[in-house]
């Protein structure tokens, strides 16, 4: 009876144990050398993750990676550990205002940053290259019907060599503003930049002001 007893007794403990004990693991099928391993819940595996590890730094020399919650110290940027093209353009606004106004039937030209006076010769020197877009000028007081002032974007390798960057918009009749965003323009280092204003022939005499974006790299 004591036999039988302990014997049923040792059936329930294996029994009860059994079922702490948790279900194994299976090795993969196949892996690739030097991939990670990654656990598939059903059935409870392993599998090749498909994904390299690194050969070097576990973030960094030799894996392409996305990195969210992460920083870069100034010294990697200024060293050029990682290319402007991965960094942020920079938007600057340029602008420009008249300081006297311009007559009818008039082709002037003023620089694209700061107060002019329209003349034949107003341009400024661009330090860094960098991309036009989006234009916008006001008069302060309308054409006139049937008359119309055009402003566009001028650049050059010198000032006896400007020409249009197709960036350009027009004020007509009743109207005070114009824009255009339609266009844009990239321009190097060192160009030449002006604001270029055509009166038509019976134009109301006027002073202007604008502004163009300028998108640095």
Not at 127 to 136: H, I, R, S, V
Request: hydrophobic share 35%; charged share 10%; aromatic share 6%.
């Amino acid at each position: 009876m004591r036999v039988l007893t302990l014997l049923l007794w040792l059936a329930g403990a294996a029994s009860a144990f059994a079922g702490q004990v948790p279900s194994p693991i299976n090795a993969p099928a196949s892996t690739t050398a030097n991939d990670a391993l990654a656990a598939t819940s059903s059935p409870q595996q392993a599998a090749d993750s498909g994904k390299a590890l690194p050969s070097g730094a576990i973030v960094g020399t030799t894996d392409v990676q996305t990195l969210t919650g992460k920083s870069i110290d100034g010294s990697e940027i200024t060293s050029g550990t990682i290319s402007s093209s991965r960094l942020p353009s920079t938007k600057s606004p340029l602008g420009w205002g008249d300081s006297a106004a311009q007559a009818s039937n008039t082709t002037k030209f003023r620089g694209c940053v700061g107060a002019w006076t329209p003349g034949s010769g107003g341009q400024v020197l661009l330090p860094y290259a960098g991309t036009f877009k989006n234009l916008f000028v006001q008069l302060n007081a309308s054409p006139g019907a049937g008359n119309t002032v055009t402003t566009t974007i001028m650049t050059g390798a010198s000032p006896g060599t400007l020409t249009s960057t197709g960036i350009t918009c027009q004020i007509t009749g009743s109207a005070t503003t114009c824009n255009d965003n339609a266009h844009s323009s990239a321009v190097t280092a060192g160009t030449n930049c002006a604001v270029q204003g055509v009166w038509s022939t019976s134009a109301t005499s006027t002073s202007s002001w604008g502004g163009v974006e300028f998108d640095t790299p």
